[in-house]
């Protein structure tokens, strides 16, 4: 046996065959070309052909791997990337298939310098497209996935959406990836295919032959390479485990809206970033939207996206979602979530920079975009919140207040809050309270402000527990800062921690919004705790000496 780790990208345990997925690889004409206008030609038929063979791969998918082949077909699409293909074949003469492959690439190294993880891994998908345009440019065939026919764990240097899409998901038991991130395309659809992965397996393609028994660990984040007996029944026996907690939590989740034991509402809603994953939200019962990530929409485009475009996405999430609310954040861009369409200084702190609502004002065209296009998600009625990230002091709710108005919010009924994710926020809650409808606390960004510790740093992780005394004690001042103003909701992945949710209830928050897979964990463990059992051990909690002990506290809670 060989154990290799990598990244867990999707949970749940599994063991079959290794099925190796090889991309041959293809030609590149370098040096300068003889017929320019014949290479322009090449080019805009393969753009074309590939921009098509995407969107009908789109069409026969569904879900998130839909949506994420959409967004491909509008990346191959992209007039800006075809623009700047022909400049190259013009002034230079190069081929049709060098010239989009370095123009993506200038596109994907803005991507993938960026310190979010996720839009890192956005560059792969602009190089992914490019590939294919490029494939389709020289006449080399498509990367041919042949089908599964038997159960098998797919092993991959990197498995593009397009590839996925022409798997057999009932057939695909595991997948495992030599490249990638949580955040890549692959493990968003497997996320939302229920496969387990693990990606970024140094040394994967190497060790795995065709054939042999490979197992997934997609919540270790390992991958055992003809796993002996000991290790296959330890995970066959985790994948069941799942798979029953799965139900008792099923069995034991009460009909309707959630509630504490005793009744006491508290709305448990789910964070999403796209029309799929609101689908996958409200199959496992949320209530809202309590934060909607904006910024996946401005992904892969060279321009910020209109108006309309907008409304599309806001109106049929707010379709979906019926007479449940929709909390829309603005986009939180700026220093390490960089937007190819926006040219922004480089900056020595970029956590401390212009990012979220600094840079809205920096850039009101974009910012009235998004609000108008906001307000008009609201036509039939629809139930919409927006609120603004990072927002630090009273005169930024004031300035965000005005904006919304001006968009025509207040005569829409929009409900108007902020993010509280800075410290400084906190402290002015009550002015904030004042100003807004809501306040939605942001534990990731608020946690690593208040510690004064980098979230992405690997060497300060235990400065980012959200059990932190310290970050109770600041749930505890907003709740009392707003109290009577303004409803307090926690939408950073905190909320997501059964416990520290029951925490949070009992320091006074009244709306939770989630991932998808936490929704049921955290019902359950609502329906089964009174408010005054939350308020005692938030009492104690917020006392104890350190994260441990608050978080034992927190779990004494769970039935
Ligand atoms: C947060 O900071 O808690 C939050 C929800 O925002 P993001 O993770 O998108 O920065
Ligand atoms: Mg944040």
């Known amino acids: ?187 968003i659809v497997a996320r939302a295919l229920g496969i387990p992965a693990v990606v970024a397996v140094k040394g994967l393609t190497a060790a795995a032959s065709k054939d042999s028994p490979i197992a997934v660990d997609g919540d270790g984040g390992e991958v055992h390479i003809e796993p002996d007996d000991d290790t296959k029944s330890r995970l066959e026996g985790k994948a069941a485990a799942r798979a029953k907690r799965r139900e008792d939590l099923k069995a034991r989740v009460p009909d309707g809206l959630a509630a504490t034991k005793d009744g006491h509402r508290v709305e448990v809603g789910a964070n999403v970033g796209a029309v799929a994953e609101l689908e996958a939200a409200l199959d496992e019962g949320a209530e809202a939207v309590g934060l909607l990530r904006t910024e996946l929409l401005y992904i892969g485009h060279s321009e910020a996206p209109d108006e309309d475009e907008q409304v599309g996405v806001y109106g049929a999430m707010a379709e979906l979602l019926g007479d449940r609310r929709l909390v829309v954040r603005t986009f939180d861009f700026g220093a390490d979530k960089p937007v190819p369409f926006l040219d922004v200084d480089a900056e020595e702190n970029p956590a401390l ?81 004042e100003r807004l409808d809501f306040l939605s606390i942001g534990t990731n960004d608020l946690t690593q402000y208040l510690h004064a510790a980098d979230r992405q740093l690997g060497a300060l992780s235990y400065l980012q527990d959200p ?54 964990e955290v019902r359950v463990a609502l329906a089964e705790a009174t408010l005054d059992d939350c308020r005692s051990a938030a009492a104690e909690a917020i006392g104890a000496p350190g994260p441990d002990a608050a978080h034992r506290i927190a779990t004494g809670l769970l039935a």
């Open 353 to 433: 920079g212009v990012r979220g609502i600094r840079l809205a004002r920096l850039h009101p065209d974009l910012i009235t975009t998004q609000l108008r296009a906001i307000v008009r998600a609201t036509e039939g009625g629809r139930r919409i919140g927006v609120m603004a990230p990072m927002v630090a002091t009273a005169e930024e709710a004031d300035w965000f207040v005005e904006q919304v108005n001006a968009a025509g919010g207040q005569e829409a009924g929009l409900e108007v809050g902020a993010m509280v994710e800075v410290p400084a926020a906190v402290l002015v809650a009550g002015d904030l309270a």
């Open 467 to 520: 059990f932190s005394p310290a970050l109770l004690r600041a749930v505890q001042t907003i709740c009392l800062g707003a109290r009577d103003k303004a409803w307090v909701g926690v939408c950073g992945e905190a909320a997501g921690d059964p416990a520290w949710a029951l925490i949070a209830v009992g320091l006074g928050v009244t709306e939770l919004s989630v991932g998808s897979d936490s929704l049921l």
């Open 1 to 187: 046996m060989k154990t290799l780790s990598g990244v867990a990208a999707s949970s749940g345990a599994s063991v079959a065959p290794a099925w190796l997925h090889a991309v041959a690889d293809f030609d590149i004409p370098e040096g300068e070309v003889g017929d320019r206008d014949a290479e322009l030609a090449k080019l805009r038929k393969a753009v074309e052909a590939v921009g098509r063979a995407l969107e009908e791969k789109a069409e026969q998918a569904s879900g998130e791997l839909a949506e994420v082949l959409d967004a491909q077909a509008m990346m191959a699409r992209d007039p800006e990337l075809a623009d700047s293909a022909e400049r190259v074949i013009q002034d230079q003469g190069t081929s049709a298939a060098r010239a989009i492959i370095d123009a993506g690439e200038d596109y994907a190294e803005v991507l993938a310098a960026s310190e979010s993880e996720y839009m890192a891994a956005r560059a792969e998908d602009i190089r992914d497209v490019c590939k294919r345009i490029a494939r389709s440019a020289v006449g080399a065939p498509e990367t041919s996935v042949a089908d599964l026919s038997e159960p098998s764990v797919i092993v991959a240097t990197e498995l593009p959406p397009a590839d996925v899409a022409s798997l057999d998901p009932q057939l695909v038991q595991g997948i495992a990836t030599e490249e990638g991130s949580r955040t890549s395309h692959t493990a």
